[in-house]
């Protein structure tokens, strides 16, 4: 029976289908009528919405946020509910925070005081502080915090589809440096400080107590947050009130409802002005942020803000900004002029006032032409020496030098990051995926469309994310280091290249290489359009993206977001072959060439032909007879009756296939890194010309290990090559030709004496320029 058992289990697993190909099963949840088997949302779909109304003041003596909110929770899930779960995302630094409990880290040689303080030092306490939470009614009710989550405990079960319920929930906490690790950089948010003028710049970030996401997906969503997996909420509506230092400027998410009690008149009046601009209006200059640095206003401004159907609320707050905006349309968009602004401290200036407002409004025409259009009023970019991403607002950096220069890395890293979080507007802001479970879904996503943006902003932008070649390096990676693109955010190892950069590249080879771009754009366009303003899993988009693109990519998906498998396909052989015409005037000829060549070829003969001066049979011409100028290859009388029997028998396709006279080459392929890809194999001829054929992924349908195939061409072909311009991410290209090809490595020569290694050329191209041009004046 024993015996019996295991041949069964044995035979069990033989027969299991393993192909590259197989259907996606057991990855893939069941459909339902919450989401079908289309990916798209089903006719029972729900989601829960919560709408807030917030009083806030920031403290710039103490750095420190106190606020209170009336919150409005909708049921409109099938299921009574006897608690609620929020999130208190600021508790990740706070002393006690599993963020510092889990931290691996270690110790070199050398080791910096400030790296040795990041280590160690969790004193700094920035986790909220709870003061009571309340009903609508003012009744306290019972909460639970668990790290950085909250759960409140509600006295009667909130009925299932139509029960509302309002908390009041009253709070502080220490506003962070964002700058510095030891002091909970990893919230995202905080304040810098400006040493120069003793200014603070703020970017006020997941600091208010906020209801985690509760969907037919996951229930409630309230996995812990460790600073990798950010944030999963669901949409409402804000009125937020902000109370700041009469001098602050509020740069904020959603609409300014009390213009004239915060603006000057000629502020209001550029505002104006800027909504049917060509180019960025300032509304607040440099001269006016530089004066008001001088001094700090010691009464207060409340500003109040509104914002429909969004999934967060954040603001940057700071005397020192210098604000500029610029009307956009958007063809589609249920708003008639987006605002395009920018917000930033005179330290960016020239780079943000001469960029970043342009950059908004390129990044929202390019993503809604690939999405949906932009449907909110603003979008705005503040500098703040980190990026980050919120509804209509996002914080980002790039500074020149103090003398006003800087160099093509400080510009296309900075346009690089304001494309990026603008664009997280569309993913999640929209397009509402859960960050906490797959960060590629946003960052992925994303950074694949930030990649269609740089390339539409400059044909030679230097993009990082969405080019084949620059995700090898990572693909043939130790394995150890590596997790398959569906991995939860926490416990991704390598979070850059897995979340941000492998997805955006698997996106882009889909659509320029596997599906083409126009069943890509219309497929993700629909999934764009099925996904806006709802919660989204990973396997709504790709069964979206086969059901509006008409194209199986169960493969595709397992292949490159499943496993760690890589693309390494080699050309193992080429053989060339010729058809046997049987015409002895072609055929005959060929031999006796084939014998010639052969002969010359011996290095017996070769040798002779250089060591003996002559034969027997050429010093004596009487040892010659017939077979010395009999031509065995020559074709005879008979050879041309047999031919044109031959012919005869032919049918006029066949003698066509003959006629044609073409040489045959059989290719021999085997795919050793374990994804299979469409072959893209380009054939050079000895005429100087080439021809490139592509062929679809399913050729490995049968056999994913190792494959054959045959072309014909009418000239002879010299060299053949796989993947010539390098889009399928091939981690070795030296096995992509035949003949073999050597690839170089360079090396670098250099004197010895003296040498440092950058110190004949400067980084700051336009820092050189303008001090060639100062020292020319002089």
């Known amino acids: ?75 409109n899930s099938p299921h009574p509910l006897t608690y609620l779960w929020l999130q208190l995302d600021q508790n990740v630094v706070h002393p006690e925070s599993d963020t510092y409990k889990t931290a691996t880290n270690k110790l070199g040689e050398r080791v910096s005081a400030g790296q040795l303080n990041g280590m160690l030092d969790n004193s700094f306490d920035g986790g909220h502080k709870i003061e009571y939470v309340k009903d609508g009614t003012g009744k306290a009710l ?45 919230s995202r948010g905080g304040y810098e400080l400006f040493p120069e003028d003793g200014n603070y710049l703020y970017t006020i970030t997941q600091w208010f107590p906020r209801l985690a996401v509760y969907d037919d997906y996951n229930g409630w969503q309230h996995k812990q947050f460790l600073g990798q997996g950010e944030f999963t909420l669901p949409f409402g509506n804000y009125t937020v009130a902000i109370t700041v230092p009469s001098d602050h400027i509020i740069a904020a998410t959603g609409a300014l409802q009390n213009a004239k009690e915060v603006l000057t008149a000629d502020q209001i009046k550029r505002f104006e002005e800027a909504k049917t601009a060509t ?112 509804p209509m607002i996002c914080f980002n950096y790039g500074r020149p030098e103090k003398d006003g220069t800087y160099s093509d890395r400080i510009k296309y890293g900075m346009l690089g990051v304001i494309i990026h979080e603008v664009g997280h507007n ?45 995700i090898v390096g990572y693909m043939k990676a130790d394995k150890e280091v590596q997790n398959p693109i569906m991995t939860n955010s926490e416990s991704i190892i390598r979070f850059g290249p897995n979340a941000y950069t492998k997805p955006a590249t698997a996106l882009n080879i889909l659509r320029e290489t596997v599906m083409g771009r126009e069943l890509f754009d ?75 060549e052969q002969l010359e070829r011996d290095v017996t003969f070769q040798n002779n032909k250089r060591d003996l001066a002559t034969t027997a049979v050429e010093r004596n011409e009487a040892l010659k007879d017939f077979y010395n100028s009999y031509d065995p290859n020559a074709p005879a009388p008979t050879d041309r009756e047999r031919y044109e029997k031959y012919l005869a028998s032919l049918s006029p396709k066949e003698k066509a296939i003959i006629e044609a006279n073409k040489s045959y080459y059989q290719l021999d392929l ?59 991410a091939d981690v070795n290209t030296e096995n992509n030709y035949y003949p073999r090809r050597p690839i170089p490595s360079r090396f670098e020569v250099f004197k010895q004496e003296g040498f440092t290694r950058g110190a004949s050329m400067g980084s700051n191209p336009m820092q050189q320029a303008q001090q060639q041009k100062k020292a020319g004046s002089n």
């Open 1 to 75: 029976m024993v015996l019996l058992l295991v041949a069964t289990l044995t035979y069990a697993q033989q027969n299991t289908d393993q192909s590259k190909f197989r259907q996606l099963g057991t990855e893939l949840p069941t459909p339902n009528t919450y989401r079908t088997a289309s990916g798209a949302p089903g006719e029972s779909y729900w989601q829960q919405r919560v709408d807030y109304d917030i009083k806030v003041e920031l403290d710039d003596e103490k750095q420190k946020i106190k606020g209170t909110e009336m919150i409005t929770y909708f049921n």
């Open 142 to 186: 019972k909460f639970t915090i668990v790290k950085t989550m909250m759960r409140v405990d509600l006295p009667t079960p909130l009925i299932a589809k139509t029960g509302k319920i309002q908390l009041q929930i009253g709070w502080s906490y220490n506003i962070n440096d964002r700058q510095n690790p030891a002091l909970g950089a990893d």
């Open 279 to 390: 180019k960025p209006v300032v509304i607040v200059t440099q001269a006016e942020a530089t004066e008001k640095e001088k001094t700090k206003a010691k009464d207060k401004k409340t500003w109040v803000y509104k914002a429909e159907n969004v999934r967060d609320f954040a603001f940057g707050s700071s005397r020192k900004f210098i604000w500029d905006a610029m009307g956009v349309k958007i063809e589609g968009s249920p708003v008639p002029t987006v605002m395009a602004m920018s917000y930033y401290p005179k330290e960016a200036n020239p780079l943000y006032g001469h960029l970043s407002t342009e950059a908004v409004a390129h990044t929202l025409r390019v993503y809604s032409k690939h999405t949906i259009p932009y449907p909110y009023p603003v979008a705005i970019s503040v500098e703040a020496s980190n990026g980050m991403e919120y």
């Open 426 to 470: 569309f993913f999640p802001m929209i397009v509402n995926s859960d960050e906490r479970q797959w960060t590629w879904m946003d960052e992925g996503l994303n950074s694949f469309c930030q990649f269609l943006a740089e390339q539409e902003w400059d044909r030679s932008f230097p993009s990082n994310g969405g080019q084949a070649r620059n």
């Open 522 to 596: 219309f497929a993700f366009r629909e999934y764009a359009r099925r996904w806006a303003f709802k919660h989204p899993t990973p396997y709504d988009l790709f069964r979206t993206m086969e059901d509006a693109s008409g194209v199986d990519l169960d493969w595709y998906w397992r292949g490159w977001f499943f496993t760690t498998d890589n693309v390494d396909i080699s050309l193992d052989a080429v053989t060339e072959f010729r058809m046997d015409t049987k015409n002895p005037e072609i055929e005959k000829p060929l031999a006796s060439k084939k014998s010639k």
């Open 670 to 728: 085997s795919n050793q890194g374990g994804l299979v890809m469409p072959l893209i194999i380009k054939f050079e001829f000895e005429d100087g010309t080439s021809e490139t054929q592509r062929i679809p992924a399913e050729i490995w349908r049968l056999n994913d290990k190792k494959i054959s195939k045959v072309f014909a061409f009418a000239k002879p072909v010299k060299q053949v090559i796989l993947d010539p311009q390098e889009e399928t």
